[in-house]
């Protein structure tokens, strides 16, 4: 029996049943079915344009393929597995809606750089959607941040109190993450915007084609420079897939932030009810699984990373069946940072902040210790050392008498070491203290609104047209 597929000229008997659902990508491939229509509408023009078509035959198929979307839109179109992939699904329907016609679309292509197209064309344009959600989250980040500048909290290292910082400022470090996420991914798009459609098999073709008519009309800087390397090149989406990895990373930091400080030990923010969930078991309970969530999920997305590095490694050039296994990892972590990063948002735009806990908070830790070596150093003329010597035993003495240094009365202080004025004991103001680190970039409000106003500004550029380059 003739084999039916559109490749099977050469073969006597027909494909295994359990080949086709081995071999196939249509069952996760036809996502990129409007990717593929708009290539193959691209390329029959681009055919037309150069006299390899008639200008009639490249309208009849850019109908046929318009017909096939309008199909696929509203589920009539049949996705029938012993088709393989999305290319030569719609290429068969193309040829059953528009007979001897459909057949010429192929020419002065492959299915390799198809593929290589239409997985670029989704990459870019998800690294768009991505962008679109960080600016959004950032914008959140700054509202909170700008009402947040004098909001006072224990800043922490090693997860111990250590130095008197404001709620904005934090906001702002998280903000700074994510415009740094926005960059990596304005950078990855700008490296990856060539044009691979046209390459064709690995070796260019015979056909007199413009490939600069092509990579333009999809919107692309230029054509890719060398066949062979674009009908294997991946760097795309590892890019993409790193990309991503790296704001998951920075969600699943601010996620065990926000874990934390809604845990009752800290109580410094409480999640609304609509993003929090209950026991099954322990009725009182309120459990912020949505951060967890949010944390845990990094761990596919640095998956899909290592998978497809895995997959590319060690392969020779040009394509080969192992880079079909590229598709699913990059769909899944884009598909997992859009909706965390919608999530995230959401969950900072309704959680109540606390700042009488946050303020309590500073009571504990002795928070001002380096503001009162600071005063010594300052003041007194006392060198940094000592001061710092002088002020762990006034750290000591407090903590015998049960009490944070910033409690301690100014003649409590005094009694300390013979060294220490009175007036240092204003060194021990938790608010003096924050608005004194007042370096660009410290917390200081003065500080932390200035580092607002910058990131205002950013946004401001960022969302004019960064992301309007296709
Ligand atoms: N389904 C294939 C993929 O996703 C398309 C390219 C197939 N090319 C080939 N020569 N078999 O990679």
Known sequence: MKNNKLWGGRFQEKASEILDLFNAS???????????????????????????????????????????????????????????????AVEKRLIEIIGEVGKKLHTARSRNDQVALDFRLFVLDSNRQIRVLLLELIQTLLNIADSHTTTILPGMTHLQHAQPVNFGFLMCAYACMFVRDFERLSDSFKRNNYCPLGSAALAGTPYKTD????????????????????????????????????????????????????????????????????SSIMPQKKNPDVPELLRGKSGRVYGNLFSLLTIMKGLPLAYNKDTQEDKEGVFDSFETLEISLKILNDLLKTMQINPKEMKEACQKGHLTATDLADFLVQSCNIPFREAHHITGKAVTYAESLNKDLSQLSAQELCSVDSRIPPKAHNALDLEASMNSRDSYGGTSTKATQTQIQSLLAWLQIAKSGECNER
């Not at 150069?50 to 017909?67: R, V």
């Not at 600069?212 to 760097?235: E, I, M, Q, W």
């Open 26 to 88: 249509l069952p996760f491939d036809k996502k990129l079915y409007k990717q593929d229509i708009l290539g193959s509408k691209i390329h029959s023009q681009m055919l037309s344009h150069c006299g390899i078509l008639t200008q009639e035959e490249s309208k009849q198929i850019c109908q046929g393929l318009d017909q096939i979307q309008a199909e696929i839109e509203k589920g009539e179109f049949t996705f029938d597995i012993s088709d393989e992939d999305i290319h030569m």
């Open 211 to 278: 490939r600069f008519y092509t990579a333009k009309a999809l919107g692309f800087t230029a054509p890719t420079l060398n066949a062979t390397d674009s009908v294997s090149d991946r760097d795309f989406a590892l890019d993409f897939l790193y990309d991503l990895s790296l704001i998951a990373m920075h969600i699943s930091r601010m996620a065990e932030e926000l874990v934390l400080w809604s845990s009752y030990e800290f109580r410094f923010i409480t999640l609304s009810d609509s993003y929090s969930t209950g």
